[in-house]
């Protein structure tokens, strides 16, 4: 079970620090190096591009993963299709930037795909490419090799990520994650808190006294260590299922804390993760931001400019990460 956990820690780590060229590299006089000067390119970072082709086998797979939400088509909202476009688009070249320069980075300290992660690179796109339906095929304009370098880069970036982050304690206690259900009375005048206070000592109802008094926005709330004022969150830690805390004065007010639940499991794992993201993002972020700052970009903006995020029922694809999660997972874990 905890190595479960771990696995699925590691990975959605990676996928939040997001927010190699092909093993064979590329030669002048090769095919692909022919190709790849003929195609429009999107970006460049030291010395490194993508191109059009490439960057639209992102655009296409965010526009769908994005694009719905709890069954609602954002695409059909009018109001909203300008706003996810840009979205989109902006979350795009975000990544591909993110990608290219870690990919810098790992070259710059000697890291590459060995050939067992090359192996499994390759039955990833060959799996993905033939998902793919033609229509996909002609937009995209992109072949099996294409969609091979997008994963190389991909797994480098993953591998760059877990050399700078293996020293990371990714073990999390249960007390430091532990996440609360509770519900709350916050009252900004010293009355209405004696008031509170008084009733509750009665044996009155929390849950009715809230409706009366309370200032904040909820009343059901779910809350981890460091989210409520300190001696809110010392003494609502200490609380058992069913009890409630007395007035506590803080500088923003008198808080009451009702214990509905002192520890909801499924959002302590949740939490879990958070906190590792955190510890990891510091120690990758330090070494990255820093190596970031050296290296040159360049944007060609008509080229990007030339295209646009938007659904098409013709081209459903949204599985570029699924199934790279599927081959290439355990790689990295």
């Known amino acids: 079970m905890k190595k479960k956990i771990k696995k699925r820690i590691a990975a959605a780590v990676f996928a939040a620090a997001l927010a190699a060229c092909s093993a064979a590299g590329c030669k002048k006089g090769d095919p692909l190096h022919v190709q790849q000067m003929l195609a429009k390119p999107v970006l460049k970072v030291d010395g490194t591009s993508y191109s059009l082709s490439e960057a639209k086998v992102y655009l296409v797979n965010y526009q769908n993963l994005y694009g719905n ?152 709330i779910q809350f981890g260590r460091g989210e409520l004022p300190q001696e809110v969150e010392t003494a609502a830690f200490a609380l058992e299922n069913g009890t409630a805390t007395s007035s506590i004065k803080t500088e923003k007010g008198y808080y009451f804390i009702y214990c509905v639940n002192k520890f909801n499991e499924e959002l302590t794992d949740a939490n879990k993760v958070k906190i590792v993201q955190k510890r990891e993002k510091a120690a990758f972020g330090d070494v990255y931001d820093a190596y970031n700052r050296t290296i040159s970009k360049k944007m060609y903006q008509g080229n990007w400019d030339s295209i646009q995020a938007k659904r098409s029922e013709e081209m459903p694809t949204d599985s570029f990460f699924a199934v790279y999660q599927e081959y290439c997972g355990e790689l990295f874990s």
Not at 114 to 122: C, T, Y
Not at 192 to 210: H, P, S, V
């Open 69 to 220: 939400v709890a069954g609602v088509d954002l695409w059909r909202q009018e109001s909203q299709e300008g706003m996810l476009e840009e979205y989109i688009k902006n979350l795009t070249i975000a990544q591909l930037n993110k990608i290219l320069s870690m990919d810098s980075l790992a070259k710059s300290r000697g890291i590459a795909l060995e050939e067992e992660e090359i192996a499994s690179v390759q039955k990833a796109a060959k799996a993905y490419y033939e998902s793919l339906n033609d229509t996909e095929l002609a937009y995209l304009e992109v072949k099996e090799a294409d969609i091979q370098k997008l994963y190389e880069d991909y797994a480098l970036a993953q591998k760059l990520y877990k050399s700078l982050t293996v020293g990371i304690n990714s073990e999390v206690s249960d007390d430091e994650a532990r996440i609360m259900d509770a519900m709350q009375i916050v009252v900004s005048e010293a009355k209405k808190a004696r008031e509170i206070k008084k009733a509750l000592a009665e044996g009155g109802d929390f849950q009715t006294l809230a409706g009366s008094y309370n200032e904040a926005e909820e009343v059901k």
